[in-house]
């Protein structure tokens, strides 16, 4: 049972390079999540996906592009990289929004970002 | 969105009950409250929630008081694996859309 795994776990850039962090869920889960972490701020919603080619906005969007081709995998991506993204980045997913199913968001294990 | 107070910090003896306080005084009808922790270096995991009813599952328990304004998280025997940081999160129910705030939380040590 792989879960939810992310990709890197952590990776160091520099500043105005593209970055894509890789999301990938086994459960077939319809939505999926990107949340970043940093101090002072607890997690911030980035971008969600409520099924394949279906993607929105969240509190913290600026700077970052999302894609969900395929229901499996949800990739983000910086493309042009600020040293302010420096950060933890966590995907998450979902397989309902329902109270009736106990939906629950089970989180990858994060990517640490370093932008120099 | 309604939003979440708690406190930053909270110790608690192993074996003790561990009682987590959350405002949420702002909350709407439809607005769910959960809790989720966040164990050092690793990703949220889910522990229980409830929209007016308590509620409680293997690891925990939720009283909403009955205006809803606020709730409170149960460990009722805290471990020393129990240490960390815990969310109480107020979920909106958008057409075909979850947005789940999460808040600064409150860092829970459990002392041996």
């Known amino acids: 049972d792989a879960g939810i795994t992310q990709s890197p776990r952590y990776k160091i850039t520099e500043t105005g390079r593209q970055v894509t962090l890789m999301c990938h869920q086994t459960?077939?889960?319809?939505?999926m999540f990107w949340y970043r972490q940093d101090l002072g701020h607890g997690l911030r919603l980035i971008y969600y996906?409520?099924?394949?080619?279906?993607?929105d906005k969240g509190e913290v969007p600026d700077g970052y592009v999302v894609s969900r081709s395929k229901t499996e995998n949800f990739p983000l991506t910086l493309e042009s990289a600020t040293r302010s993204q420096t950060s933890v980045y966590f995907c998450?997913?979902?397989?309902?929004?329902?109270?009736?199913?106990?939906?629950?968001?089970?989180f990858g294990s994060g990517t640490q970002l370093s932008v120099l | 969105d309604a939003k979440t107070t708690q406190p930053p910090s909270m110790d608690c003896a192993e074996g003790r009950a561990a009682n987590l306080p959350c405002n949420h005084s702002?909350?709407?009808?439809?607005?769910?409250v959960y809790w989720y922790r966040q164990i050092h270096s690793q990703g949220p995991q889910y522990i229980i929630h409830g929209l007016k009813n308590n509620e409680t599952n293997e690891m925990a328990s939720l009283i909403i008081t009955e205006d809803r304004k606020s709730s409170t998280l149960i460990l009722p025997h805290a471990t020393l694996r129990d240490t960390a940081v815990y969310y109480c999160?107020?979920?909106?129910?958008?057409?075909?859309?979850?947005?789940?705030?999460f808040g600064q939380g409150t860092r829970l040590t459990i002392n041996p």
């Open positions: 996906s409520a099924a394949a080619d279906i993607t």
């Open positions: 998450a997913s979902s397989d309902s929004l329902t109270v009736a199913t106990n939906e629950k968001l089970f």
């Open positions: 999160i107020v979920r909106v129910n958008l057409q075909g859309a979850q947005k789940l705030v």
């Open positions: 702002t909350i709407s009808g439809n607005e769910y």
């Open positions: 459960w077939s889960h319809s939505y």
